[in-house]
């Protein structure tokens, strides 16, 4: 008798660096309930801690798990992969060696749901182009849970081609930042102009706007993945996160020419660092001081009071900003995510 393999229909596409310690959960969350049907591709970017250790010892109990690290030639791998090429080319990468019709592009640290896959699967069968996932998020130590929804929707929403800008008004600025929550399919990623935003760090949100997506996409009420908050890798870079959300987020979205200008402005201004409310808020989480003002803002084209302003909000006392702003947050009912931020910052 011969035995027929399978297809593969969905593809864990995991780029990693240095997650030897948060890794082998990931995993163990996959593997714990994936059928044949299910494949995990990880493209290692080089990294120097324990992660091969810990991903080959899960190569061997689960054959479908391929690993491709840089600098190194596996039996698996056709070529000697280059280091240092970051997230969104290891991205790519891993989507490039999936077999499978779906790509989830997964994080190297945070947890699926019990059923996630059994859901997914399901899912993939009713031919989305896009499937978006809701999450819950944890602290970093999964102990205490932030926010049971992240988007707080009550009902699964599906979104048509004529509903694209409905659909980046609604979750981009909120979700799809969060690379862990997309679930593609391989052939709409392929056919995406993926160099055009190699550097980005958004690689996945410049593929889904490349261009309008033909199809329907869904967007589950329910969480399929625990995100464990605040262990991004760029977190802790001095002026890091300013950078990214204050100028590379704000010209990914504006470059995009198949959203509105008007959804695109609901998503972000073009220009957030002009604005004292996004300053003000940027420095109440800690990631604007004046060092970052003199790196990043300081010799802009803007009028001297403008400057002034900004370099005095970078000099306000962080907690007692944090605090004003916490608690004025909870009175016009802002997000528990950004709640959180603020009252860590204002330990409040």
Known sequence: MICKTMPIKI???IPTLNRGAFIGATLESIISQATESIEIVIVDGGSNDNTSEVVQQYEKIFPRLHYFRA?????KATTVMPSGLGFDQDCNRAVELAQGEYCWLMTDDDLIMSGAIKRVL???DRNYALIIANTEIRTKDLSKLIAPKRPDIMQDLVYTEEEFDQFANKLVLSHLTYVGAV?????LWMSANREKYYGTGFIHVGVI???TIQGNILVTSNPLIVIRYGNAMWADRSGRAFQIWMFTWPRL???FAHISDQAKRCIIPQEPWRSPKYLLWQRGIGS?????YRVHLSALPATRLWKISAWLISRLPVKVLAWLLYYCGRLIRINAV???DLKRKGQV
């Open 288 to 292: 604007y001081t004046s060092q970052v």
């Open 209 to 211: 706007f490349d261009k």
């Open 183 to 187: 679930i593609i399919k391989k052939s």
């Open 71 to 75: 600098g190194v030639s596996y039996a």
């Open 338 to 340: 950004a709640l959180f």
């Open 253 to 255: 979205v504006w470059s």
């Open 11 to 13: 593809s864990f596409c």
């Open 122 to 124: 399901q899912e993939v």
